[in-house]
């Protein structure tokens, strides 16, 4: 079976020196298929029992941008009622008989299914229309493997496409590269596809140790943050997170009109009012069917989400569909553990709105969103206004009296607090009755904060201010 590849590349075995001065095999992979034409694509839709065809047919719009993404040149499209899912097969036999003249007759290349095939059905498929196959979690893995650029993002696709051939192998697949070799390691009567199926086994577990690693790492990173307040940019993939990051914190991270066009997260410090100065993220795109196998691999980049004091969630508002994006994005949040954090709702693109009545409609039924063209640059000041009356909506004021001489507590609650007044004057505690200079501070500070202010004041508890005689 071709099946995978173009989600499956081509492994080859590549000698490392470690710092031991020894050498090890590892994989490192490379897709042959760039330099290349076009391929023809035809796309295969089903509407099953209870489904609406209008939902299918968005399914199937999408899924052309993704083959496009691949590089695929999407010739045909097939939208197919289905009243029962054939386990062998999924479609009937004069469907598939459909498809594979179809194909003959547009000399097609590729046929990719908006469905989640199981291996036997893909199998069976393909040996009937006689052309590769994908369905559509192959399809986005591929176009993450050819988006990926950091050594992170490169690691995280090939575990989930791993993951996605571990039960995906037959005959057809020749071999792979061996991390190791010789006398021992081929059990007896061990057919090549076994070979193969346990040397990514081999594989796969060395990659969760070194993804193991990369959350380790990250993870130090994040605490070295810990006195900002971090923001996540989050929502459906296109939807203009890359453009309004680039927008408001000034920076050229990659922003095309294109699927998952970011994978790896990006965060830059910005300010988004007088001192008040944030921590901001760009993450990877939701998209509906994503494979739980990336979700799962991309667990140290999405940790960025998980750990976000606050989200920017991100709509397309020229998007007919974007009330079914939303549902999506939010689901995927759920999934994450991360639906439950102050989240400000930003609708981009308003440039690309047909009416100016369907503004006027949003800004109605979300009075508390804000409204911007991330790629214009309107209403950036509105998205930075609503992002800091989101931020501060949970700071706890506090009322404290702490000696001048305490420099540690005061340079801590001017780090992670807003003062809003300072006043020098003299206090004494209860045990004591020499005065001394204090400070009257009021600040407020959210409620992360709280553990790490909390033993600073508790040792001046004691402390009252003089009150002066008249």
């Known amino acids: 079976m071709i099946t995978l590849y173009r989600a499956l590349r081509v492994a080859r075995r590549l000698k490392t020196d470690n710092k031991r001065g020894g050498s090890v095999e590892i994989f490192t992979v490379h897709n042959p ?17 209870g489904e609406s065809r209008v939902d299918v047919e968005d399914s199937m719009v999408e899924l052309g941008l993704l083959a496009d993404t691949a590089g695929a040149l ?14 062998s097969t ?19 290349d590729l046929v990719i299914f908006d469905d989640d095939l199981s291996p036997i059905q893909m199998r069976n498929i393909e040996r009937e229309i006689e052309c590769k196959l994908l369905d559509r979690s192959a399809l986005i893995l591929d176009i993450f493997a050819r988006h990926a650029r950091s050594a992170t993002a490169k690691t995280q696709v090939e575990l989930a496409q791993l993951e996605y051939l571990r039960t995906r192998l037959t005959r057809h697949w020749t071999h792979l590269s061996r991390q190791k070799g010789g006398i021992g390691m081929r059990g007896p009567g061990e057919t090549q596809i076994e070979t193969d199926r346990r040397m990514i086994g081999l594989r796969i577990a060395s990659l969760k140790e070194r993804m193991v690693k990369i959350d380790q790492q990250r993870t130090t990173q994040r605490k070295g943050r810990s006195e900002y307040t971090r923001v996540s940019l989050v929502g459906y993939t296109n939807a203009g997170k890359s453009t309004l990051m680039n927008a408001l914190a000034d920076t050229d991270v990659l922003a095309e009109n294109r699927l998952f066009a970011t994978l790896d997260s990006t965060t830059r410090l910005t300010f988004i009012a007088v001192n008040k100065q944030i921590l901001l993220s ?24 998980r750990e976000a004091d606050v989200l920017i969630h991100v709509l397309d508002a020229s998007h007919r569909r974007f ?18 954090k102050p989240t400000l709702l930003v609708f981009n693109k308003i440039d690309a709105l047909e009416e100016q009545g369907h503004l006027a409609a949003l800004k109605e039924e979300y009075p508390d969103a804000a ?42 609650i001017r780090k992670v607090g807003e003062i809003l007044s300072e006043e020098y004057t003299y206090g004494k505690t209860s045990y004591s009755e020499q005065p001394e200079a204090v400070v009257h501070l009021r600040f407020r500070a959210a409620p992360k904060y709280s553990e790490d202010i909390e033993p600073l004041l508790a040792r001046h508890r004691d402390l009252q201010l003089i009150e002066e005689q008249s």
């Open 282 to 305: 760009d993450t990877v795109g939701f998209i509906r069917k994503l494979p739980h196998r990336l979700i799962e691999s991309f667990k140290s980049t999405l940790d960025e989400t």
């Open 323 to 340: 009330h079914e994006q939303m549902v999506v994005v939010n689901q995927t949040l759920s999934e994450l553990g991360a639906n439950d």
């Open 33 to 49: 298929l760039t330099s290349l034409e076009k391929e023809k694509a035809i796309l295969i839709g089903v509407v099953k029992q």
């Open 90 to 108: 999924y479609l009937g036999s004069g469907k598939i008989q459909e498809i594979k003249e179809v194909v003959e007759e547009l000399e097609a």
């Open 371 to 412: 409204f911007v063209s991330a790629l214009r640059g309107i209403g950036l000041t509105e998205v930075k206004n609503r992002l800091l009356d989101v931020i501060e909506s949970d700071f706890v004021e506090r009322d404290v009296i702490l000696p001048v001489t305490d420099q540690k507590a005061m340079a801590h």
């Open 74 to 87: 999407v010739s045909e499209q097939i939208i197919a009622p289905l009243s029962k899912v054939s386990a």
